[in-house]
């Protein structure tokens, strides 16, 4: 037989299927975001392809939702900006890579180098991990920091975290969230019985042992749970970002104070063997950029809840609050989860009583120095 030929018209198609499948592709595993800034203070010689390091990194929230998924975005700019475009850290959005809540083991796995996370989605399977992410009536967010960075907080985690492979960062925190948004208001903690709700951490189990009935969702998926009555209510995180979710259409009453997250933290995870294989310049330079992270992050979630409750009324919210004696009801109820889960777990007991030690000699400049909240 002859050799076959081919049309001029049959080249050229293929010639434009093949470059489309090419741009189809490169978007489907690009990173969610580069900075135009970036772009105009790191040539594009010392971007990558030719970035010492580079990394994918799956993030738990996305990247559009104000202070929480602005964080990682911050940091990994900060980053690469510090490093002259040597240290890349590409970000992913929930699920694009990584399922939401399977990040830490997808570090653990080497399936990516690093992530950006809430260590209390571990709470399955490293019962201490709400401990160093957020606890019912526990720190305010300067207080954490203050444990984490000079009272062992920070060696407490790595040991934690070490069986798991995995080298943690504080790398963002926020003050409290709010208790949650509901659709009708709650006189008493009796009418949480047979309530479904969105909650997380330990948190949750203290809303379960009241009666509740508790469902662990990402982010992205409470709005459409809520809307279709698949949930009665939910918490999640700060005012501004709860009504970037859309939660204020729904449910038209947001509860303070949030008894169960006073502080909550976020971290950059590292595979324990890639953080091994960094030189010292690459680790500084990794905490120094999560440090700054922490800094943002707090000064952020400060500065912008105060307007989004002052236009609560526009849009037809009321920001309601627990009683007193609904809160201490709380708190012993948060007591006794902490002491339960103590004795079960060793690690959760060796952390639960440093925190619980740090606070107690906190206290006795915290109850001297700040002037009491009613000034």
């Not at 030189?279 to 400060?302: F, M, Q």
Request: glycine share 8%.
């Amino acid at each position: 037989m002859g050799r076959p030929t081919v049309s001029n018209r049959a080249v050229l198609f293929a010639v434009v299927v093949a470059f489309v499948t090419g741009m189809v592709s490169s978007l489907a595993i690009r990173p969610v975001h580069q900075s135009a800034e970036l772009s105009t203070s790191v040539s594009s010689k010392e971007m990558a392809p030719n970035s010492r390091i580079r990394w994918r990194m799956p993030t738990t929230f996305q990247t559009s939702i104000p202070v929480i998924g602005e964080n990682p975005i911050y940091v990994s700019e900060a980053i690469l900006q510090a490093s002259g475009g040597e240290v890349q850290i590409d970000i992913f959005e929930p699920g694009e890579i990584v399922p939401t809540f399977a990040i830490t083991d997808a570090v653990r796995d080497r399936k990516v180098d690093v992530g950006y996370t809430w260590l209390g989605y571990d709470q399955g399977k490293i019962p201490a991990s709400p401990l160093v992410s957020a606890v019912p009536f526990g720190m305010e967010p300067w207080e954490y920091t203050a444990w984490w960075y000079e009272a062992g907080g920070r060696e407490l985690t790595e040991a934690l975290y070490e069986p798991s492979m995995v080298y943690p960062i504080l790398c963002g925190i926020t003050g409290p969230e709010t208790a949650g948004w509901f659709r009708r208001k709650l006189e008493s903690l009796e009418e949480l019985q047979g309530l479904k709700i969105r909650f997380a951490g330990l948190g949750g189990r203290v809303i379960e042992r009241l009666g509740a009935s508790v469902t662990m969702l990402p982010g992205g998926e409470i709005f459409q749970a809520l809307e279709k009555g698949a949930i009665d209510a939910t918490e999640f995180s700060l005012p501004i970002v709860d009504k970037a979710l859309g939660f204020n259409r729904v449910a038209k009453f947001n509860y303070y104070p949030g008894w169960h997250q006073p502080f909550t933290a976020f971290h950059m995870i590292i595979n324990l063997n890639v953080w091994g294989g960094l030189s010292h310049a690459d680790k500084v330079l990794l905490d120094t950029g999560c440090t700054a992270g922490v800094t943002r992050n707090l000064a952020a979630a400060e500065a912008h809840q105060g307007a989004v409750l002052e236009g609560f009324a526009e849009i037809g919210v009321s920001a309601e609050t627990f009683s007193p004696q609904l809160l201490l009801e709380l708190r012993k109820v948060s007591d006794e989860v902490l002491n339960d889960e103590a004795d079960k777990d060793s690690d959760f007991a060796e952390i639960l009583k440093s925190q619980r030690d740090f606070r107690r000699t906190y206290s006795q400049w915290k109850s001297r120095a700040y002037l009491p909240r009613a000034f």
